[in-house]
Every structure is written in structure tokens, then in C-alpha cells.
């Protein structure tokens, strides 16, 4: 069975939309070693109809020489979950049609490997709250925006994690996993 890695990009006040934030800091070697790193398990890219939509043309068109995560985005399968995308034309993609938390258990049960998300907030949040997410890697940055999406909106249902660990990296992003709390 396959584990649900999720990883988004946050600021410390937790805002998770487009991370056009990031552009201010330098994408290191460093950066890149750690999403790999919880990336190289991955054999399946989950991802809501959104974020499908904005990676796709983004993703398509690079190449290993242009982006080293390149080959990973574009050759590995990718499954979307989405109530009205009816067909997914970038390589290697599926539709898998609205969110079912059961089907996403079968889902999860069918891969060889790990299922690597990104993005794809309205979807983390359905795993989080139905307690399928494995792993989730937060890549903190250190800026505050006071407004814009959060990951834990205001009246979100509690969700209790524990570490898993920590890295700081050499741009002053800090690397943070955390894995669904175990109970007693």
C-alpha cells in the first residue's frame, strides 16, 4: 500500500494559495534535496482538478535541462479528482472523478510505491479530515501575508499531527513533516 505524501508551500501564518511568495527566495540545492527527498518514494502524482489545471501547462512543456523535477511531473502517472474535469490530456494522467473516501482507500491500496501531493488545498483538506494523508510537508517560509487560503481555515475541524521533523534550509525556508497523531 502506497502512503499519501502531501506537501504544500506555506508562509507562518499559513497561507497556501499560489505561492507567487516564493519567488523571493532562492530555489538552493538545499531546497531541492528536501522535496526530493520525500519525493523519490513516489511512483503516483494526486492532485485536485485545480492544481491539475495549473501544473499541466506548466509542467508539460519543461524539460530535465530546464527544471530537474521535470521528468518526475511529466513521466510519472498523475490521477485528478474532480467532479467536472472529464478528461486530462497531460501525459500519463487520469481522471479518477469526484472525491470518495473509500475509493481513494482502493486507490491507495493499488499503487506500488508512494503517491506524491501537491497543492491541491480542497483535496488535502478531504484526506486530512478522512485521515488519509501519511506524511505532510510543510516548506514554511518566513514571510506573513495576513490574507489568502489556508491549509486550516478558520472553523476547520481540529487535526492533531505529530512531528516527524524538522530541517532548516539554507533560504530560510524551514522544513517541516508531520504524520497523523497516533492515539493512546
Excluded at 72 to 99: C, E, I, M, R
Excluded at 146 to 167: H, M, Y
Amino acid at each position: 500500500m502506497g502512503m499519501i505524501k502531501v506537501h504544500e508551500f506555506t508562509t507562518v501564518d499559513g497561507i497556501i494559495g499560489a505561492p507567487m511568495w516564493t519567488m523571493d527566495y532562492a530555489f538552493t540545492p538545499a531546497l531541492g534535496e528536501a522535496i526530493g527527498g520525500f519525493m523519490a518514494s513516489c511512483t503516483a502524482i494526486l492532485l485536485g482538478r485545480t492544481t491539475y489545471e495549473e501544473f499541466a501547462p506548466a509542467w508539460s512543456t519543461r524539460t530535465a535541462e530546464d527544471d530537474p523535477g521535470a521528468p518526475f511531473f511529466n513521466d510519472t502517472p498523475k490521477y485528478v479528482v474532480s467532479s467536472t474535469l472529464k478528461q486530462a490530456d497531460w501525459n500519463n494522467s487520469t481522471v479518477l472523478g469526484a472525491y470518495d473516501a473509500e475509493a481513494i482507500r482502493r486507490f491507495k491500496e493499488s499503487i506500488d510505491g508512494d503517491i506524491y501531493v501537491s497543492g491541491s488545498a480542497t483535496l488535502v483538506r478531504a484526506l486530512l479530515a478522512d485521515g488519509l494523508v501519511d506524511e505532510l510537508h510543510l516548506l514554511v517560509y518566513p514571510i506573513a501575508l495576513g490574507t489568502g487560503p489556508r491549509l486550516f481555515p478558520e472553523g476547520a475541524p481540529q487535526t492533531k499531527l505529530e512531528l516527524a521533523g524538522s530541517q532548516a534550509i539554507d533560504n530560510g525556508v524551514l522544513h517541516v513533516t508531520y504524520t497523523p497523531a497516533t492515539t493512546d
